[in-house]
């Protein structure tokens, strides 16, 4: 279902949902506009159409496809649309009882990873309420500035054009530590410590 359709069916601006919508869990735009629409059945057959009916308008964002796969190498839907990479601990809308702007996903993450409150994360994201929630938790953000304009992003450590921008260098499996290289930067906020 296309935003304009979904506009249709509720009444509302196109533009308006995709303002609010972009980097939120479905289910939260929904109880916006129609609380009765907000259910896991309705969001699961709207999203379940979206990469059949419109995978072959999917743009990959640029960087990501070598990232997933370094990060694959080294340590269902539109990731088998794009053919990248599945990561082994992937927290989904369903994992967690409130999407983002709250931290729940990006804290639950970490707890997957079986990683503790010390450990140093940096999150990758394209929406505000995502920089929102990785900020919440206590991580360093990269934004990048494929779906938002930069002025949107500015709550992020750094702002890059995509994820080209974003290398990983090296990964140390008895550590955990990775040493992450962020070049192209259109706005930074923040370095990373220690």
Same mark, same amino acid.
């Given at each position: 279902?296309?935003?304009?359709?979904?506009?249709?069916?509720?009444? $509302?601006?196109?533009?308006?949902?995709?303002?609010?919508?972009?980097?939120?869990?479905?289910? =939260?735009?929904?109880?916006? +506009?129609?609380?009765?629409?907000?259910?896991?059945? +309705?969001?699961?057959? $709207?999203?379940?159409?979206?990469?059949?009916?419109?995978?072959?308008?999917?743009?990959? $964002?640029?960087?990501?496809?070598?990232?997933?796969?370094?990060?694959?190498?080294?340590?269902?839907?539109?990731?088998?649309?794009?053919?990248?990479?599945?990561?082994?601990?992937?927290?989904?809308?369903?994992?967690?009882?409130?999407?983002?702007?709250?931290?729940?996903?990006?804290?639950?993450?970490?707890?997957?990873?079986?990683?503790?409150?010390?450990?140093?994360?940096?999150?990758?994201?394209?929406?505000?309420?995502? @920089?929102?929630?990785?900020?919440?938790?206590?991580?360093?953000? $990269?934004?990048?500035?494929?779906?938002?304009?930069?002025?949107?992003?500015?709550?992020? =450590?750094? @702002?890059?054009? =995509?994820?080209?921008?974003?290398?990983?260098?090296?990964?140390?499996?008895?550590?955990?530590?990775?040493?992450?290289? @962020?070049?192209?930067?259109?706005?930074?906020?923040?370095? @990373?410590?220690?």
């Amino acid at each position: 279902m296309t935003l304009h359709r979904l506009g249709k069916e509720l009444g $509302v601006d196109p533009e308006e949902i995709l303002h609010t919508s972009h980097g939120r869990r479905s289910i =939260d735009t929904l109880q916006q +506009y129609d609380p009765k629409l907000a259910n896991w059945e +309705y969001v699961s057959e $709207v999203e379940g159409k979206i990469p059949r009916e419109y995978g072959q308008d999917a743009v990959e $964002v640029p960087g990501s496809r070598i990232l997933l796969e370094t990060l694959k190498r080294e340590s269902a839907g539109w990731l088998d649309v794009m053919k990248l990479a599945h990561p082994p601990n992937l927290v989904v809308a369903e994992d967690v009882p409130r999407g983002k702007p709250d931290p729940t996903c990006y804290l639950k993450g970490r707890s997957k990873l079986g990683l503790d409150d010390t450990a140093r994360i940096l999150v990758l994201e394209d929406s505000p309420a995502g @920089i929102r929630a990785g900020k919440s938790a206590g991580f360093q953000v $990269v934004a990048v500035a494929t779906t938002h304009p930069v002025e949107r992003l500015h709550e992020a =450590d750094w @702002i890059v054009p =995509d994820l080209r921008s974003v290398e990983l260098v090296s990964w140390d499996r008895s550590s955990r530590k990775a040493e992450v290289r @962020i070049s192209s930067i259109l706005e930074q906020r923040n370095r @990373i410590a220690g």
